[in-house]
Each structure stands twice: as structure tokens, then as C-alpha cells.
């Protein structure tokens, strides 16, 4: 079991929905960026996502795309990345890490050395959105036989006849994309989320956590009140984007995850 499976089964225990957040590794520095990272779960994250910076992120809206530059402009490498989930590690041995990112710079690394380094770095799953099913000798399978979790997204456009076919190799938890489009660039509507959330539900056991267009608190509620669980990104990223203090940071991350959670 690892720590994702481990964070699930927890919660459903409680009967609690799942918070999970999105920051981008060294953004604006390694050391802020690790700051935050460090303080999310104690503001009630139960799941982080820790984005891997990258020059072309096809899926990325404005706000992570000017993440990922700041990140870059300040020397942020995929290596210095799974540094950051290792030096976590060394205070947190429970709060699962997910990479989020693109395939190149894996790929670039090779399959097997990344695998090798990110277990031994703390990393618990992946999300490459540029890898679709088809592809899923390329990293997918290697990674389930490392056990790392490779979680897959699931989009409006993902209809009935596709959907087996996302689910076919994905575990931890199913990521569904609540709009269509990039990151940051519509709201979230529980009401189009609810039906399809239902879908996927009805053809896996996995848990499915809803993200994109989730920027409040009340948001936070609503849609975690379909799903299993909500994801919020780019309303963090762009208050550390606006050179909040970390304190502030965290302390509008425990709103969006005391919301979650209520819902």
C-alpha cells in the first residue's frame, strides 16, 4: 500500500473528503517554495502535488505557466525537484507526494534512474500529462512495478466508449479535469461536475478528486461534496506568484482545506 492508498483509506475511515494542493517546485526559490511545502500539511493538506518545471506545459494555464518561469529563471531542475521531496521527507514521513508534470524531462533522465530516484526521494505518484494510455509501456507500467502510483486525468471530453481505457492502469486516485482547457481559466460548476464524477465512480473504485476552477473555500466544499476530494493549484500559486508572506500562504491553504473537508 503506499502512502496515497494509505491517505484514502484513512479518510474514508473518518468519512472525510480529501484536500489536496498544488504548488510548483522552486517557485520563486527553492527555499520559499520548500517553506510552503513544508507548512501544507499542517494546514490541512492531505495530498500534495509538487509540479516539476518545464519550458513548454501544453496544459498549464497563465498563472503555472508563470510559475514554472519563475521556477526555471531560478535554476529550479528536475533533479533540485525531487531534492525538495526528499528534504520533506526528512520531517514528514506520512504526507503523500505526487509529481506533476511533463515527460521530457524524465525521459531525458531515463525511465529507470528517475523511477530509482524518485522512490528514493519520497515520491509516492506521478502525473505526466503529455503520457496517454497508448503509451503506457513507456512509464506507467515501469512505475506500478516501482510502486509509485501513476495517476491519470479524465476530462469532460472523456467520453464512455475512452473511459475504460484512462482507467485501464491508473491507481491512487483518478484526476478529473472539471473544464475544458487550460489550468486557471474557468470555474469549476457542481452542477456539470456531479454527473460526470458519478460516471467515473461507477466504473472504478478508485478514489476521484476533482481540480481546475477550484478557487475558494465554498468551492472547495461544493465540489469535494461530489467527488472524493478537490484540488486547488493556481489560487495558491498565484498568491505566492504576488509575493505573499508564507505565513499568509498557508493560512488561505487551511481555508480551501477546512472546505474540502466539510464537504
Not at 23 to 31: A, K, L, N, S
Not at 36 to 57: N, Q, R, S, Y
Not at 74 to 97: N, S, V, W, Y
Not at 205 to 222: H, S
Request: glycine content about 10%; hydrophobic content about 45%.
Amino acid at each position: 500500500m503506499t502512502r496515497i492508498d494509505a491517505k484514502f483509506a484513512a479518510l474514508k475511515e473518518k468519512g472525510q473528503k480529501a484536500f489536496v494542493a498544488y504548488i510548483m517546485g522552486g517557485d520563486p526559490d527553492v527555499e520559499t517554495s520548500l517553506e510552503v511545502m513544508k507548512g501544507l500539511p499542517a494546514a490541512g493538506v492531505d495530498v500534495i502535488e509538487l509540479g516539476v518545471p518545464f519550458t513548454d506545459p501544453m496544459a498549464d494555464g497563465p498563472t503555472i505557466q508563470l510559475a514554472g518561469q519563475r521556477a526555471l529563471g531560478a535554476g529550479m531542475t528536475l533533479q533540485k525537484t525531487l531534492d525538495m521531496a526528499a528534504e520533506f521527507r526528512k520531517e514528514d514521513d506520512t504526507t503523500p507526494i505526487v509529481l506533476m508534470g511533463y515527460y521530457n524531462p524524465i525521459y531525458n533522465r531515463g525511465v529507470d534512474q528517475f523511477l530509482v530516484d524518485a522512490k528514493e526521494a519520497g515520491v509516492d505518484g506521478l502525473i505526466v500529462v503529455d503520457l496517454p494510455p497508448e503509451e503506457d509501456d513507456e512509464l506507467c507500467i515501469p512505475a506500478q512495478k516501482a510502486d509509485l502510483n501513476f495517476i491519470r486525468l479524465a476530462t469532460p471530453t472523456t467520453d464512455e466508449k475512452r473511459l475504460p481505457k484512462v482507467l485501464q492502469n491508473t491507481s491512487g486516485f483518478v484526476y478529473y479535469v472539471s473544464v475544458t482547457g487550460v489550468t486557471g481559466s474557468a470555474e469549476a460548476q457542481t452542477g456539470d461536475v456531479g454527473p460526470e464524477v458519478a460516471l467515473i465512480k461507477a466504473a472504478t473504485n478508485i478514489p476521484v478528486i476533482v481540480g481546475f476552477g477550484v478557487n475558494t473555500p465554498e468551492k472547495a466544499e461544493a465540489i469535494a461534496s461530489v467527488a472524493d476530494g478537490t484540488v486547488v493549484g493556481s489560487a495558491i500559486v498565484s498568491k505566492i506568484g504576488a509575493g505573499e508572506p508564507v505565513a499568509d500562504i498557508l493560512d488561505f491553504v487551511k481555508t480551501l482545506a477546512d472546505g474540502a473537508h466539510r464537504g
